[in-house]
């Protein structure tokens, strides 16, 4: 038996991790000239079947009978208008999901029915496409309320602008030109004229005007997922529906100038700030970008072999638990409930990634079957119903990595020996996309089931997105796996950060440390606030210690435990967490601690989603408040797999 080879990795934290790197990555290796002499002409674009001969080759029977039967289930509903009382919802009370049910299902129902009509051939559901074209055209908005500023919640219909759902608009009406768009032209040639008038007035146009503007496009900050999912579906329209050359050639240049802008803001190790839950929006849509920009180019534009771009599409299986948990931070939801096993067969195949493939042949296997075409980026799912044939036939050998670093976001993940006990933790700064204050946080995980948490996002309202965001509970660090000081918790923005992070791995230990006192209010007068998270692979133990110094003897210090397991406190100096199959047990010393309990609010309309996240399990937030308080000293908190 080989001697096991101890590897040191000591990674020093960098001022200012993750700062806007110029690379541009497209535009310094392709020129406008370069872009617009290969860009394919629209005649010859062909990404998908258009006849029913085309997809009888490339659909199974049963997989084009079932896109029929949702074209036959849409014909029997009918493409509603949004009062513009259920517009200003949003505006007064702060509830977005009742215009975004009736806005997403019209798009995902007129996708649908071009698909089928277009799988059929028959004519039978033209007749309803047409109602579902006319109807988005004629509405005021593409976008959702949530995204209407300075108007008091009121669309202006004379100054459009381009948020995530208007790209998403787009796309379906390039999608119906390019599946059914003949067939409409049979009717009369003003649908398409009318496509047309409304994506230049409503997309295109706001984008080349305020392309410096729009706060997901600038050039010198980081940007996040909005960033590649509206590029994504620009790329997609100019390609599906923009008939001169000359014009496609310098919009897709425009477009590559654009998704640039999101790989300068990445780090070296391409980490996803935003956390596993918006990889699907963020690095997959790039890789969407990518993809339509080498089709449309007839395999000119191509960067797939650039490390930046591999590490960035690597990170969901790096951060990967076990079944459908992955480790989430900020407004991440613990579970992914949407991979596609041929999308990232696809995505393994592009960059040469074999344990992508391997990744990929588990969540074909794992996941649920989904054929319909009833979310976003509806481009991908096409593509992804085409690759079910392609998916070669074979058993996965896909093993989740025993340790994982990505420096740019600070994000350690790491497993025993036995691969039974796992922790993610992070450091990183409070000015993250869709933060919440929770610099220093850990989450641990035994035999793949939640033990120590990260309660996640709430549903969005209002309230998410405002000054009040930080009065939600789970963005607070009080209720992450971090102490509170004074009855304070960390502060929000980028200065509350993490400084001397480190971390470190051999055979016996995988270990972060870092400093967390700029995390909290300078008033609190933290000197230092070592944080060392540590798991122990041969102990089955995770091992969090915390070495601090203040200014002056604290009033009160407490650290919090969040856990979805039943809790057991009947021990004294143990509590037992106990889950469906496994037990994990925190040791204390109940002579300088006191332990308390209480149970977050997981329902209402800011709750809900929390406890839809945890299956409706109860959430317990576990409060460990020491008795003997000291301006300087050392807490120790065991976690061990019994």
Same mark, same amino acid.
């Given at each position: ?44 674009f062909k990404p998908f079947p258009k ?67 277009s799988i059929e051939g028959k004519g ?20 959702v309320p949530a995204h209407i500023t ?187 409930? #949407? ?146 000081? #004074? ?45 060392? #998270? ?109």
């Amino acid at each position: 038996m080989k001697k096991w080879t101890v590897l040191i990795a000591l990674i020093a934290c960098k001022i200012g991790f993750s700062q806007v790197v110029q690379r541009n990555l497209l535009t310094n290796k392709y020129s406008l000239q370069e872009v617009a002499a290969s860009v394919v002409p629209i005649e010859s674009f062909k990404p998908f079947p258009k006849s029913s001969a085309e997809w009888k080759v490339a659909l199974s029977d049963s997989l084009r009978t079932l896109l029929v039967a949702d074209g036959e289930t849409n014909l029997k509903k009918g493409f509603t208008s949004v009062p513009i009382s259920t517009i200003l919802e949003f505006k007064r009370n702060g509830n977005r999901s009742k215009y975004e049910g009736v806005s997403f299902i019209k798009r995902n129902m007129l996708v649908q029915l071009a698909v089928a009509e277009s799988i059929e051939g028959k004519g039978r559901f033209l007749d309803a496409i047409m109602d579902g074209v006319w109807s988005i055209c004629e509405e005021s908005y593409w976008g959702v309320p949530a995204h209407i500023t300075d108007t008091k919640g009121i669309p202006d219909v004379e100054k459009p602008s381009v948020d995530l759902f208007t790209a998403e608009t787009a796309s379906s009406l390039a999608l119906v030109n390019y599946f059914v768009g003949d067939k409409l032209e049979t009717v009369s040639p003003l649908f398409h004229k009318r496509i047309v008038y409304e994506l230049n007035k409503r997309f295109y146009k706001p984008l080349a005007e305020n392309f410096e503007t729009y706060g997901y496009l600038k050039k010198d900050i980081k940007v996040n997922n909005w960033n590649p999912w509206i590029m994504s579906n620009y790329i997609t329209t100019i390609l599906l529906v923009e008939q001169d050359k000359a014009k496609r050639g310098a919009m897709l240049f425009h477009a590559m100038q654009g998704v640039e802008r999101y790989f300068n803001g990445l780090g070296n190790d391409g980490g996803c700030d935003e956390g596993a839950h918006y990889w699907n929006a963020a690095g997959a849509s790039a890789f969407d970008c990518l993809e339509w920009l080498k089709m449309g180019t007839n395999g000119k534009v191509d960067i797939f072999t650039e490390p930046l771009i591999q590490k960035m599409l690597a990170y969901i299986y790096k951060v990967h638990i076990g079944g459908a948990y992955f480790v989430n931070v900020g407004d991440g939801e613990p579970e992914i409930d #949407n991979l596609n096993g041929p999308f990232l067969h696809r995505i393994g195949k592009t960059v040469n990634d074999e344990q992508m493939k391997q990744f990929a042949f588990w969540v074909n296997d794992y996941y649920p079957k989904k054929y319909s075409m009833d979310g976003f980026s509806k481009m991908r799912t096409i593509k992804n119903l085409l690759d079910i044939s392609q998916l070669p036939k074979q058993s996965s050998t896909y093993k989740a990595i025993q340790n994982v670093w990505i420096d740019d976001v600070q994000l350690m993940t790491a497993r025993s020996a036995d691969q039974s006990l796992f922790l993610g933790t992070h450091a990183g700064h409070n000015g993250e996309s869709h933060n919440h204050n929770d610099v220093g946080d850990f989450i641990i995980y035994v035999n793949s089931q939640p033990f120590i948490i990260d309660a996640g996002r709430s549903t969005y309202t209002a309230k998410t997105f405002s000054a009040q965001r930080y009065e939600l509970w789970n963005m607070q660090s009080q209720y992450h796996n971090l102490p509170t000081i #004074n009855g304070k918790g960390q502060g929000a923005g980028k200065d509350f950060t993490a400084s001397n992070v480190v971390n470190s791995h051999t055979a016996a230990e995988d270990k972060l440390s870092m400093n967390i006192a700029a995390a909290y209010p300078k008033q609190l007068g933290i000197k230092t606030w070592n944080r060392t #998270n540590t798991l122990f692979t041969q102990k089955n133990t995770v091992q969090v210690t915390d070495d601090y110094e203040l200014a002056e003897k604290p009033t009160s210090l407490q650290q919090s435990f969040l856990t979805v397991s039943k809790v057991d406190t009947t021990t004294k100096g143990k509590i037992i967490l106990i889950g469906d199959k496994d037990k994990l047990v925190i040791q204390y010393n109940p002579s300088q601690v006191d332990i308390s309990t209480d149970l977050p609010q997981t329902d209402g309309t800011e709750y809900d989603r929390i406890g839809n996240s945890w299956h409706h399990k109860t959430i317990t937030r576990i409060v460990f408040t020491h008795k003997a308080l000291k301006a300087k000293g050392k807490l120790l908190y065991q976690f061990i797999k019994e």
